[in-house]
């Protein structure tokens, strides 16, 4: 598990990084083509707003995966603090366990609903034509990265990474 474990976070950041750094010169060459085209006589670009806008979906969706696995995100500290080595580890259980509840009920069951709902539509983005089931399907794809990460925590002890730093 730990060796799956460690491919999927490495090639999910990898995706992450790809993902950044198309969203960095999708939205360069937006600026240039609105504000420098006109003077060398181009049209500013149509597309690069709404791929930035599906660029920043994947990236959320697929970041707020990837924060899930490392242990890094949103919490409180109050309560862990005050709790025993053995209370933590239940804590830690529970917020697993309520991530998983929430990425199969909310983000995998509804989310491929969405997704096949789009399809069956045949709902297309305005500019680019693209069918909307592949922006929303950073939503299941999403769902189903947190809940293998909560069932690897729940599996691993319930401890997250981030528990067993240092200084945490």
Same mark, same amino acid.
């Given at each position: 598990?730990?060796? *799956?474990?460690?491919?999927? /976070?490495?090639?999910?950041?990898?995706?992450? =990084?790809?993902?950044?750094?198309?969203?960095?010169?999708?939205? !360069?060459?937006?600026?240039?083509?609105?504000?420098?085209?006109?003077?060398?006589?181009?049209?500013?670009?149509?597309?690069?707003?709404?791929?930035?806008?599906? *660029? &920043?979906?994947?990236?959320?969706? &697929?970041?707020?995966?990837?924060?899930?696995?490392? %242990?890094?995100?949103?919490?409180? /500290?109050?309560?862990?603090?005050?709790? !025993? /080595?053995? %209370?933590?580890?239940?804590?830690?259980?529970?917020?697993?366990?309520?991530?998983?509840?929430?990425?199969?009920?909310?983000?995998?069951?509804?989310?491929?609903?969405?997704?096949?709902? !789009?399809?069956?539509?045949?709902?297309?983005?305005?500019?680019?034509?693209?069918?909307? %089931?592949?922006?929303? &399907? =950073?939503?299941?794809?999403?769902?189903?990265?947190?809940?293998?990460? =909560?069932?690897?925590?729940?599996?691993?002890?319930?401890?997250?990474?981030? /528990?067993?730093?240092?200084?945490?």
């Amino acid at each position: 598990m730990n060796r *799956l474990r460690t491919v999927i /976070d490495s090639a999910l950041g990898w995706l992450l =990084a790809l993902l950044m750094g198309l969203a960095v010169a999708n939205v !360069t060459w937006q600026v240039a083509s609105r504000y420098l085209g006109p003077h060398a006589g181009l049209k500013p670009s149509s597309y690069t707003e709404e791929l930035a806008r599906y *660029l &920043l979906i994947w990236i959320g969706l &697929l970041g707020s995966a990837y924060a899930t696995g490392r %242990g890094m995100h949103l919490s409180l /500290d109050l309560l862990p603090q005050a709790l !025993t /080595d053995r %209370g933590k580890r239940r804590l830690s259980r529970l917020i697993a366990a309520c991530v998983l509840l929430f990425a199969v009920a909310i983000m995998i069951w509804g989310g491929s609903r969405l997704v096949w709902m !789009t399809f069956y539509l045949q709902q297309k983005s305005a500019a680019m034509r693209v069918p909307l %089931g592949y922006v929303y &399907l =950073a939503v299941p794809v999403s769902g189903v990265l947190m809940g293998f990460y =909560a069932l690897a925590q729940l599996a691993g002890g319930g401890t997250a990474p981030s /528990d067993t730093k240092a200084g945490s």
